[in-house]
């Protein structure tokens, strides 16, 4: 019975010495920093464009490309320094082959023959994959373009522009008529209105620009199936005042527009030039000219003439006859109209000035003003009119430069279409139009396509930098020209899942879809590379076993440690694209502030991780075969890399 119980607690001995299992582990973490190495580094190249980013699009893409970075840095310094420990804490006792994972059996099941099929059928494989490339060229080609996905900041900032010389009292019922109408819409909860400027210097509003802020009632209680663009359509038609322009856009994107251009629509053309009365024309003819273009929405001019001034001119030889000069009438003027300080007064640590005028109904007309009187020591009090001429002028309502020179401005939202394709067609109208702009006057568009043509430039020029970077970083990692096109190759083919994606889903391409894709190459390189070190595995099992020589080595041999290689550690593989996936997927679904730029950086990744591991799975394989056929052939050896991940 003694025997009985010792044999059952008997503890069995160890399949693995405790030194080699450490000796293992050391040298399986020595194979991995290197592949991690330059996995990093690639990533962290594949963003270097968004560093690169200035201006508006910058400080909205800097903190992801930081935040990447980061986490790919402290990655790769955990996976060299931390990981070995855990590893050798938990991976204890006996372990078995990959084979005998059940998902591995059935991923081989699958994946083997349709791998067989691919490297029998190579020039049809490789047609079909160039054909679906060459398609995204049309689909990329027709998508509209535009600068940042807009934002929806769940509110609506309704800006109607009315004739410079509209009175205060004329401006007050505008805008409370304007805001009774739009509370009148189920769906608006709350409405603040201001006309003119705010209690700061840097809002120089004049008092025919009317500013409202509309607050939306959460989504759950507006009516079934409307959207924000419906209420802004149905408050539009609502609010058709003769004589105000309407304007609609949000408070924030609002306050960046004109704090960064000047313009606060989505669009403006500048016209510059020496004289306000010139500018006021051709500004008139270049609104003409886009009136109808399908997109343009608000289309207004800037007003640069048509303000009101209240003249007094001095008749200075009625002075005389009344003894009187000119600084008695400017007196008069000026405490009359103006307000003339009296005195001071205290308030704790604050000191006011006292300032007496006319009241409003002595100074509210023309004719008011024309009576008030003025002291004369020879004649008593005689009316203004007796001394000056009392009328009103038209002038400029605000005078408006840039780089020292006079401008006007023609503005325009876009509405129901991309930016960009509304601006080209708006620029081949202008061109068409004949006589528009006069000798020493030139045009300037503006706002947020300002913004598009910046970010533009700027992927533009970096782009073939960082492919260049990153091939250079394969090629430090394969030592070899040739496995570092394999693993480039597939960023091409990425881009056609990402294509496709967004076409179908209907969005623009914007400088959020530029990152998005951006961020695709980095994993798409990264998961070719894990194909290309397990191939040239599969190569080095082959010479190890016939030897490296042509006389050795059969075709039907190269195929079938190709198929090996590419089926080899198939999981990990899947489990990289899978991770990509369930992490990105739960965005398209995700509602709320934010969503609008989120998406547009998630399509293009979804679709192209999809593409770009087909390709890696499929057609890495077979152009690594080929290639190594073509070494065989001429070599009569096979180039082997000593590569490891």
């Not at 023959?113 to 160039?130: F, G, M, Q």
């Not at 030039?273 to 000219?289: W, Y």
């Not at 396509?449 to 091939?471: C, D, H, Q, S």
């Not at 030592?479 to 899942?497: K, M, N």
Request: glycine share 8%.
């Amino acid at each position: 019975m003694k025997d009985w119980f010792k044999n059952i607690f008997k503890k069995s001995p160890d399949w693995i010495t405790e030194e080699d299992r450490l000796a293992v582990i050391t040298r399986s973490s020595k194979q991995v920093s290197r592949g991690v190495f330059f996995a990093t580094v690639i990533i962290i190249t594949s963003f270097l464009p968004v560093f690169m980013l200035t201006g508006q699009e910058g400080k909205l893409f800097h903190p992801l490309a930081f935040t990447k970075t980061f986490i790919m840095m402290v990655d790769a310094l955990l996976v060299i320094t931390l990981a070995p420990v855990l590893i050798s804490f938990f991976m204890k006792g006996k372990f078995k082959p990959d084979s005998a994972n059940p998902v591995n059996r059935v991923l081989e099941k699958v994946y083997e023959p349709v791998i067989r099929t691919v490297l029998k059928w190579r020039k049809t494989t490789i047609a079909i994959n160039v054909i679906a490339l060459l398609i995204t060229i049309p689909l990329l080609k027709n998508l509209g373009t535009e600068f940042i996905p807009p934002l929806d900041e769940q509110s609506i900032l309704f800006m109607p522009v009315t004739l410079p010389d509209v009175s205060n009292a004329e401006a007050k019922r505008i805008l409370q008529v304007q805001d009774k109408i739009i509370k009148s819409v189920p769906e608006v909860d709350k409405v603040l209105g201001k006309a003119g400027r705010a209690n700061t210097a840097t809002d120089n509003s004049p008092i025919s620009m009317i500013e409202t802020i509309i607050t939306l009632k959460p989504k759950s209680e507006w009516r079934k199936g409307i959207t924000k663009k419906d209420i802004v359509n149905e408050l539009d038609s609502k609010l058709q005042i003769p004589g105000v322009v309407n304007g609609w856009t949000q408070p924030i994107i609002n306050r960046i527009n004109m704090l960064a251009t000047g313009i606060r629509t989505d669009v403006g053309i500048k016209v510059f030039g020496q004289n306000l009365d010139t500018i006021a024309s051709v500004s008139e003819k270049v609104k003409a000219a886009l009136q109808g273009t399908p997109g343009i929405s608000d289309l207004f001019v800037e007003p640069i003439t048509g303000g009101k001034y209240l003249s007094i001119d001095i008749k200075r030889e009625e002075l005389a006859r009344y003894g009187l000069n000119v600084d008695d009438v400017n007196q008069v003027v000026e405490s009359a109209l103006g307000g003339a300080t009296i005195g001071n007064t205290i308030e704790g640590r604050q000191r006011f000035s006292i300032s007496v005028r006319l009241a409003q109904e002595y100074r509210n007309s023309v004719a008011q003003i024309k009576r008030i009187p003025v002291q004369s020591s020879s004649f008593g009090e005689v009316p203004l009119s007796a001394v000056a001429d009392v009328k009103f002028e038209d002038g400029p309502p605000m005078i408006s430069s840039d780089n020292a020179i006079l401008r006007g401005a023609v503005m325009f939202n876009v509405r129901d279409r991309d930016l960009g394709g509304t601006v080209k067609e708006a620029m081949e109208k202008l061109n068409k139009e004949q006589g528009v702009l006069p000798e020493g006057y030139f045009l300037e568009w503006s706002g947020q396509y300002e913004n598009l043509i910046r970010g533009k430039e700027t992927l533009m020029w970096i782009a073939p930098v960082v492919l260049l970077i990153i091939f250079f970083s394969l090629y430090l990692a394969f030592h070899s020209v040739r496995e570092a096109f394999l693993s480039l190759i597939t960023v091409p083919f990425a881009l056609i899942g990402g294509a496709y994606m967004i076409y179908f889903w209907g969005v623009n391409l914007s400088v959020g879809v530029a990152v998005g894709f951006i961020a695709l190459f980095g994993i798409a390189v990264e998961t070719g590379i894990v194909m290309v070190i397990y191939l040239n595995d599969g190569m080095q099992q082959l010479i190890k076993l016939k030897g490296n020589s042509s006389e050795t080595i059969t075709k039907e041999d190269l195929r079938e440690y190709v198929i090996h290689g590419a089926a080899k550690r198939l999981r990990p593989k899947l489990m990289t694209v899978c991770v990509s996936l369930f992490g990105l997927i739960p965005v398209l679904w995700a509602s709320g502030v934010g969503v609008d730029v989120m998406q547009p950086i998630v399509l293009p990744m979804i679709g192209g991780v999809l593409t770009s591991s087909t390709h890696i799975l499929l057609v890495t394989p077979l152009i690594f075969l080929m290639s190594k056929e073509y070494e065989l052939r001429k070599y009569g050896k096979l180039e082997v890399h000593d590569v490891h991940h």
